[in-house]
């Protein structure tokens, strides 16, 4: 290695400029360089649950949503409303941006003259000024759960704007868009913005002025105090000038291996500061310190110092960069770039500052340093006089205080809290946290967690009576609101168009509705258009990890118990009536639970059992009832407009000869084929039967299907009376209106044909095997941002305690290694190891949660630490080499190498505690835990190291001084 | 649809003539929508095929009727069949419940059964009563014209650049701007086919250039004159369309 350091300094020009060659070509390349803010490629695509996220994310538009929320003292007043218009206006007409749906663009479908029509809720034009009918907007829209809630906020003073970008749009340029033209145009109105991309916006924001602004005055501080430290501006321009080159060439390598410029790598030059000058500063120390220095040609003294200090800061290097690459664990992207990135530019630094460094030093005219410093410049000296003084007089009583820190430590360790959800990493003021507050109180929150369901099609009436029943249970769990699925529509056009409530039950049925459905805006949010995949939606009205493990664990838990992922799907008329009976009876169970959610989720205070609803139920009988004479009033008036109107399947112009034929029918005792078609004989004018001859057969099918519909509505109406009995609730009570709405839709099943039952349980009843055709299989399983927070949160800890360990053994090893002693090696990670495990007992005891950033500090401390650590072991060996006892060993070190250290640690740390002003949380504790780091390191490596080895002096020392 | 049905309406042939290169666009425009408008009734059979960008791809078979402005189409896969009589006046026919129930759509932007269309191009049958062209260019084969939407008219287009054969007087590609001046979606009518005195495309493909979803829309046979009668065109005779 000596003729290696002898080469570098004889050919120091050489070396300069091979360096300055190497550093205009990384330079360059180093324009290459992507900067990657998609905030979806910090994900591993490895992990399943990330491939769902993404997969359902890209497929649903999930993942590309921002929320931008309008409120006023009263949203239903022209001035808020036109404002509403202008600015869905401006977000329609910004590039990048696929959608968005609000108040004044949504389509409202109504009932309609025997149709339905979906036109704007609001009418083109001004809007209109009459108070009469902005309060009846108001009420239509507060009262339609379509609206309130999605759209508006319950008390009215809130107007959410949803829009989807497009997928291969700039996310955070979007955003920023937004957020510009919607402040100009609704400036008057306090605006909120929410989603993912708002937040990355906002964060990528604040970091570029942080950093804008922070980072030169941390280079400014650290500068400083490198100067208070050595007294030279040498001292200052070499750490930070080989951090500077380090930086060129760390980017530069990853613009080669085309390693994007992230959230997280972006901050590389750094924390190369706090981790790459230390060795510099080592050198020029050396170099400062060397008493033979004065009068002797630099190039001697800078080869003196390489051959002392370059094995350990290839030592210090190599087993940083290795701490660093334990990053590789993790689970996010990002921090697997910035182990790697870390690991590249640690290298980097060290081996700069074994070739830069002394090159330079070799350069200078004159390695003579003025010896003796102003008073102020020699702080670093006074503490390393401390240092010597505890440690010579008190070493038992640093080793008794450090138990008592270790204790201590362990102590808090089960109290140390975890959080990585993004929102925490602002402070309650800040844009994204006040704009979730609003939505969470308002909206139920931005919180977005989807349940997916795969089916070889999901229009089947199974899969949407699966999604419907999902919805109900996942909205009477705790946190959890407006539950949202493709079924939504479906039931809402269901509705209208058949003037019933309830999804289609046959094939066909659900086949139509689609064609009708397909292609409306908002569907695909819900349901893909390979019709193989839907999602149901939900909202959680909480940021807080706790909470949303809770919500996840129990969305996942229903799930699995609670959708049928293999159902029987029957027809109830291929059965014989007794096995029909069963059938139904055991359909009704399903019917019950359903019921029963609904009534749990309007809080009816007598909550039935499932059971007891599922006898009142089966006490309806499978079979419809006979008509009562309210029916055939019904029924006669339903066919007399029939008859008269123009989808009627004869020509009937006379309304004598319509109430003729529709009385005919409605009196008719057994309502059977043959009977109407006879009645129907019997009043259709002969001229008509002759000019058309099929009418009556067409006529015959129109009329058995309103009689199904009457027949059909008489047996809700009872299943739901029998449910408001057993719930002691009369549900003909216009203040239960939305309970009943929803009851019916639950209860419209007692009129289906088919019946869904668990695949299981069908040969019991039925008596014979499943026909294949009959068994409908789906998969389902949650995604969406909280369940992926969820897992992050919950493997932090286990990612941490890899990494810590994995970083722990390579140090305990390798400084084994080189001190070639088991127990030399303990000794010297012990303070290493104390160091992150006292980090991590203050961090408890001050309420700084375990976050993504506290990974970064765990590698940066360990680096650290084993720098300090081997340099003042090499300085110890080298003393008691040259003749010194330890005690007097230690008390040079601690003058020379100690000073170092501290110089090292003061500036850095000093550097660093500038990005507590930081607007972001997660700056602010990174720049404090680094200073901490620092402390703990300097003192470890000052006081507890020394006063391990003074205790018990281990073998390697003995084996330095047997050098001597 | 009507888009659908005013594409495949055939454009009596002209032979190409230098006259005819010094047309103003108005001009151009006018004899265009002229052609597509010269049968008394048509029918054809229409299949629709979607594709979207993850490959997954869909069949729609549909029997288009057409007399004056009222169009009848029968799905044949479902047995739905729509009405329309005019831009307020459309029905649906459900046939699981066997009723007609009237629809009606404001929103211009809504896409028509999953395929690329949307209700403005329904609603456009002359493309002079919605937007005034503009000759962008004169090759020796074609027209370029750039439409803009007329004040008033709601279609959903900022512009429209169709490209018009000078033989055939037919519209060959067509490429819709959205609001925000972006390309949207390209339409191209290719495999002419002559009826009567008219010109159909055999072909037509519509890509959506920012979803990637593609529809293709292939009629295999058209026939005009045929003598359909009104009562085809009635609610009543929907729900007799299944049999």
Redesign the interface.
């Known amino acids: 290695m000596k003729t290696l350091y002898l080469l570098i300094v004889r050919f120091r020009i050489f070396v300069l400029a091979a360096i300055a060659v190497l550093t205009g070509y990384f330079g360059l390349q180093a324009r290459h360089l992507q900067v990657d803010t998609d905030v979806l490629n910090y994900l591993s695509d490895r992990d399943p649950m990330v491939q769902a996220f993404k997969a359902s994310g890209e497929?649903f538009g999930s993942n590309y949503i921002v929320m931008v929320a309008l409120e006023a003292d009263d949203l239903f007043a022209p001035a808020p409303l036109e404002t509403l218009r202008q600015v869905t206006k401006t977000i329609?007409?910004?590039?990048g941006v696929?959608n968005v749906i609000s108040l004044t663009n949504v389509?409202d479908m109504q009932k309609?003259?025997?149709?339905?029509?979906?036109?704007?809720l609001l009418p083109e034009g001004p809007v209109p000024t009459d108070a009469a009918w902005l309060a009846a907007l108001k009420k239509k829209v507060l009262a339609d759960p379509i609206y309130r809630g999605s759209l508006v906020s319950p008390d009215g003073k809130v107007a959410l704007l949803t829009v989807r970008l497009?997928a291969q749009a700039s996310k955070q340029d979007v955003a920023r868009e937004i957020k510009a033209s919607v402040k100009q145009v609704g400036g008057d109105y306090r605006l909120y913005f929410g989603g993912f991309s708002m937040i990355m916006e906002y964060m990528s924001r604040v970091i570029t002025t942080d950093m804008t602004r922070m980072v030169p005055l941390v280079i400014l501080l650290v500068g400083l105090m490198l100067y208070l430290g050595f007294g030279h501006w040498r001292g200052v321009l070499l750490p930070m000038g080989t951090v500077f080159l380090a930086t060129i060439w760390t980017l530069g390598l990853m613009a080669l291996i085309r390693m994007p410029l992230s959230m997280m790598t972006s901050a590389v030059p750094v924390i190369l500061i706090a981790t790459g000058t230390a060795y510099s500063i080592y050198l020029v120390a050396r170099c400062d310190e060397d008493p033979s220095s004065a009068g002797r040609p630099p190039a001697a003294c800078v080869t003196d110092a390489l051959v002392f200090l370059g094995l350990p800061v290839i030592f210090t290097g190599v087993t940083t960069a290795i701490g660093f690459l334990s990053l590789m664990s993790a689970s996010m992207v990002i921090f697997k770039q910035f182990g790697a990135a870390m690991c590249l530019g640690t290298l980097v630094a060290a081996g700069l500052s074994l070739t830069f460094v002394p090159a330079t030093l070799a350069l200078l005219r004159s390695a003579e340093v003025k010896r003796e410093r102003p008073r102020f410049l020699r702080w670093a000296d006074g503490l390393a006089g401390t240092a010597q003084y505890v440690v010579s007089r008190h070493a038992g009583l640093v080793l008794f205080v450090t138990g008592l820190v270790v204790a201590a430590s362990l102590a808090s360790l089960p109290h140390i809290s975890r959080n990585v959800n993004l929102l925490s990493y602002f402070p309650p003021d800040s844009e994204p946290r006040v704009s979730e507050q609003l939505l969470m109180e308002k909206f139920g929150g931005s919180q977005i967690f989807l349940t997916r369901f795969r089916a070889e099609s999901v229009k089947h009436p199974v899969v949407l009576h699966e999604m419907q029943a999902l919805q109900r249970r996942l909205r009477v769990l705790p946190h959890v609101h407006y539950p949202q699925a493709g079924t939504d529509p479906y039931r809402l056009v269901y509705s209208l168009?058949?003037e019933k409530p309830g999804l289609?039950d046959?094939v066909?049925?659900a086949?139509?509705l689609w064609?009708?459905l397909?292609?409306?805006?908002g569907l695909d949010q819900f349901i893909d258009?390979?019709v193989?995949e839907a999602v149901v939606m939900a909202r959680i009205d909480s940021v807080d990890n706790a909470v949303l493990g809770e919500v996840i664990d129990q969305a996942r838990q229903l799930t699995k118990d609670k959708v049928q992922t293999e159902t029987a799907y029957v027809e109830l008329a291929k059965f014989d009536s007794a096995t029909q009976r069963r059938l139904f009876d055991a359909y009704a169970a399903r019917l019950a639970e359903n019921a029963r959610l609904t009534l749990q989720f309007y809080d009816v205070p007598n909550l039935p059992s499932t059971e007891r609803l599922r006898v009142a139920l089966i006490a309806l009988g499978h079979t419809p009832p006979a008509l009562s004479a309210t029916d055939r009033v019904t029924l006669f008036e339903r066919l007399k407009t029939y008859f008269l109107?123009?989808?009627?399947?004869l020509?009937i112009a006379s309304p004598v000869v319509a109430a003729s034929m529709a009385s005919a029918v409605a009196r008719l005792e057994t309502l059977d084929d043959a009977a109407i078609r006879e009645a129907l004989r019997a009043t259709v004018p002969a001229k008509l039967q002759e000019e058309d001859p099929?009418g009556i057969d067409?006529t015959l099918?129109?009329i058995k299907?309103r009689l199904k519909?009457i027949s059909g509505e008489t047996r809700v109406n009872a299943a739901l009376a029998a449910v408001g009995k057993e719930a002691g609730v009369d549900l003909t009570d216009p203040a239960h209106r939305a309970l009943a709405v929803d009851l019916r839709d639950d209860l419209a099943a007692v009129n289906y044909g088919f019946v869904m039952l668990p695949a299981a349980s069908f040969k019991a009843l039925a008596g014979r095997e499943l026909k294949d055709k009959e068994r409908v299989t789906l998969e389902t399983d949650l995604t969406g941002w909280p369940p992926l927070s969820v897992k992050f949160d919950r493997e932090l800890m286990a990612s941490m305690i890899q990494s810590i360990v994995l970083s722990a053994a390579v140090v305990f090893l390798l400084l084994a290694l080189q001190l070639r002693s088991l127990v030399g090696g303990l000794m010297a990670s012990a303070p290493i190891f104390i160091n992150q495990l006292t980090t991590f007992g203050v961090m408890s005891l001050a309420g700084i949660p375990l976050d993504n950033s506290t990974m970064m500090i765990t590698s940066i401390a360990m680096g650290i630490g084993v720098g300090y650590t081997i340099q003042l072991i090499a300085r110890l060996k080298l003393e008691m080499r040259g003749g010194l006892a330890l005690p007097e060993a230690v008390h040079k070190a601690l003058g020379t190498t100690g000073r170092a250290i501290l110089i090292n640690s003061a500036a850095v740390a000093a550097g660093f505690l500038v990005l507590v002003f930081s607007e972001m949380t997660p700056q602010k504790r990174f720049g404090s835990l680094i200073a901490l780091t620092m402390f703990f390191s300097s003192f470890g490596a000052l006081t507890l190291l020394p006063a391990i080895f003074l205790k018990r002096v281990p073998a390697f020392l003995r084996r330095a001084a047997g050098d001597r | 649809m009507k888009r659908v049905v005013f594409c495949l309406v055939g454009l009596l042939m002209l032979v190409g003539s230098p006259v005819w290169a010094q047309q103003t666009a108005d001009q151009i425009l006018k004899t265009v929508d002229d052609r597509a408008s010269s049968f008394t009734d048509m029918k054809m059979k229409l299949v629709f095929t979607?594709r979207?960008a993850?490959g997954?791809s869909?069949t729609i078979t549909a029997l288009a009727y057409q007399k004056g402005s009222k169009r009848l189409y029968h799905?044949v896969?479902?047995?739905?069949a729509f009405l329309s009589l005019d831009s307020d006046n459309s029905?649906?026919y459900?046939?699981?419940?066997?009723?007609?129930?009237?629809?009606?759509?404001?929103?211009t932007?809504?896409?028509?059964?999953?395929?690329d269309y949307n209700a403005s191009d329904m609603s456009v049958v002359r493309y002079d009563d919605f937007y005034t062209p503009k000759l962008l260019e004169t090759t020796a084969n074609d027209w370029q014209l750039e439409l803009t939407p007329k004040a008033g008219k709601n279609v959903a287009y900022s512009k429209v650049r169709i490209r018009i054969d000078n033989k055939l007087w037919v519209i060959t590609r067509l490429d819709y701007f959205n609001?925000?001046g972006?390309l949207e979606k390209t339409e191209l009518r290719s495999d002419w086919i002559k009826a009567g005195s008219s010109y159909f495309p055999r072909a037509i493909d519509i890509t959506n250039v920012?979803t990637k979803?593609k529809t293709t829309a292939s009629s295999p046979e058209v026939l005009i004159n045929t003598g359909l009668s009104d009562e085809m065109f009635?609610?009543?005779y929907l729900?007799?369309l299944e049999q």
Not at chain 1, 518 to 521: A, T
Not at chain 2, 94 to 107: D, L
Not at chain 2, 109 to 115: C, K, L, P, R, S
């Open positions: 497929k329609e007409l910004t590039k696929a389509l309609e003259h025997n149709g339905i029509v979906a036109k704007p497009e168009i058949n289609p046959t066909g049925g086949d139509a064609v009708l397909e292609g409306q805006p258009g390979a193989k109107s123009d989808e009627s399947d020509v099929k067409y099918e129109s299907a519909e | 979607t979207g993850e997954a869909k799905f896969e479902t047995g739905l029905y649906v459900m046939p699981e419940e066997r009723k007609v129930r009237r629809i009606a759509a404001h929103s932007n809504q896409t028509f059964m999953g395929t609001k925000k972006e920012k979803h009635t609610q009543r729900k007799r």
